[in-house]
């Protein structure tokens, strides 16, 4: 049969949001005027779909008369260049499918479909006759004037409730309107309320600014101790981007959290930045992505994902307390967003600043090695001073029987309440207890899908897997042995810190802070409001309590279990354990008054412990690298991990097996493994793991392409490709 007639047009390649690896070839119409980074709408199937044009394609493996045409151009800015580098660059590092890196950029699809302007309210002029005028819809109607606005807006200026505006339309007093949407995004001013920076800040400042202002890519790392001031130094780059008509990027590892950071940003710039994270609704995702693409948000703040974001004239990348995991994802596309903040920023031809008290031993040799700048502020704001570390060795100080706080600490926590100044109490383990055990059988009691305790919630009484979320009531009895009231809590959790010093201290106002307690922004916000007001005495927290909180009146700090993060093979336990120790300690003394700062311990001796009380981070960092160095470990070797996993036990171990078999060899290559994984279980699957170790200078992917592609893994067994692991 011969090929249909076709119109006038050129091949080209689409790349679909979709976990293919490849774009695939259609037929763009001479009358569709689409270019490279278009977003396109084409046939897949049986079904249309959206997509991006990638580029042209003069040849391709499918006949010309065999290829589909593109149905229509969506009228959206075009994704430039550097953005679809930056996806393939992605995909290439972290052996993802190009089109699962796209899914990403296009986190928003509807968004293609927005109507170039927002709808918005207009009154209806001459009034009609006969609609009734309450005194709240004239308020509204006073509010909206001659003017179009929102809904929400007219509701937010008259004080009245979105019904009022609902009720106005009803009767016909107000109509739809169009309205250029710029407004979602209002500009903040670079000069709205600049603060006068210290000597030590204003040197950072001008390095930054002169960096932004250079139109290139460069990285600088930005350290200071606690409170020495880094936000405002880092906001002068972003104010200085504003100034030079590019947009700006800050990445925080919990945007939910970061409510003290939000207002301080609307007090320098006179108006909000546009924010990024997974609990937007999708109408504000929609219209933040799309502000973003037609370069009408001039600065966002997001988790990892807004690094994916189409800005088409990115001049600045923050990623704000870099050392952070938080920023690693390790489902679908397994990426560190500091990382590829970086190779975002040179494709983009910005400026990167890396922000930390505790940068990561990645940063520090970046920097040492000449590869980025590296800026200092050695001093507090304000002249406040750092706090006093001390280690509690529990092996001479033990709590009493049934107690997890040692007898000094309380007495300091006695002091420090004493004085109306406010005291907190740090331990990285939500619940009550970590572990439910028979007391008459020995008992534990495990998840059914995970390699993981079950952790007890007192105040919900139920027990829970902080891996996959099972969860099941407390049972009144042993299931293994039907002894009944055996079942006794081992160590503890935040909860059960709050129920001893409920005891010890019942005059004093507690507030935990966990997940369970402090589940979002609004949560997070009200949190921080009591605790500047002194609503409250004592704090109990997990790792959240060592977010950049600024609490001016707390005075004493206590690490419950500074060992905690010590345990385990993971090769950096110590430099995550001296990084969280350092930023809950961080938030003591934050002002006038000393802070003091505990650490409960069996290990007082252990270099972690050592270099917090002396205050040598870079100390260190350098003992770190030279015990890393040798076994050319990360950062001074590279490191590549396989997860195979399968819910079928045996099906897991002889793909890991045989991958074992096929591992590659020469170059220093190494390979470790198979073993089981750290969660030997999770979610149901079983998991197994090989490690790939190469020297600095090898390219793992081609390495790790090849080993994949000659081993045949069953459709029932997944194997994740995890470069650069943490966590392990
Ligand atoms: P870091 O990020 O280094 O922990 P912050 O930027 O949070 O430090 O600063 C600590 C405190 O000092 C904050 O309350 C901040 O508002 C205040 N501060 C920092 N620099 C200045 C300045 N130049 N003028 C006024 N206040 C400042
Ligand atoms: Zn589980």
Redesign the pocket.
Known sequence: MAAPPRKAGRRIRVLLPLPLAEAYDYWLPADVPAGPGSFVEVPLGGRTTLGVVWEDAPEGGVAEGRLRDVIALKPAPPMHKPLREFVDWVAAYTLSPAGAVLRMAMAAPSALDEPAAVAGWRAVQPRPEGARITPDRARALEALGTATLPGTEISRRAGVSPGVVRGLASVGLIRPASMPRQAAFPRPDPGHAP????EA?SRAAEALVRGVAAHAFGVTLLE??????????YLDAVAECLRQGRQALVLLPEIALSTQWLT?FERRFGAPPALWHSELTSRTRRVTWRAVAEGTAPVLVGARSALFLPFPDLGLIVVDEEHETAFKQEEGVIYHARDMAVVRARLEQAACVL?S?TPSLESVTNAKDGRYARLA?PQ???GASLPEIRALDLRVTPPERGRFLAPPLVAAITETLARGEQAMLFLNRRGYAPLTLCRTCGHRMQCPNCTAWLVEHRAQRRLLCHHCGHTAPTPPACPECGAEHSLVPIGPGVERIQEEVAELFPEARRLVMASDTIPGPAAAAEAARQIEAREVDLIIGTQIVAK?W?FPHLTLVGVVDADLGLGGGDLRAAERTMQLLHQVA?RAG?EAAQGRVLLQSFAPDHPVMAALMADDLPGFLDAEAAQRAPGHWPPFGRLAALIVSSEDARAAERAARDLGLAAPEGEGVQVLGPAPAPLALLRGRHRHRLLLKAPRGVRVQPILRDWLGRVDVPANVRVQVDVDPVGF
Do not use: C, D
């Open positions: 603060p006068v920076l210290a800040q200071g101790v606690t409170g020495s001031g880094k936000t405002e130094v301080r922000v008290a502020l507090r704001h304000g950049g600024h961080g934050r």
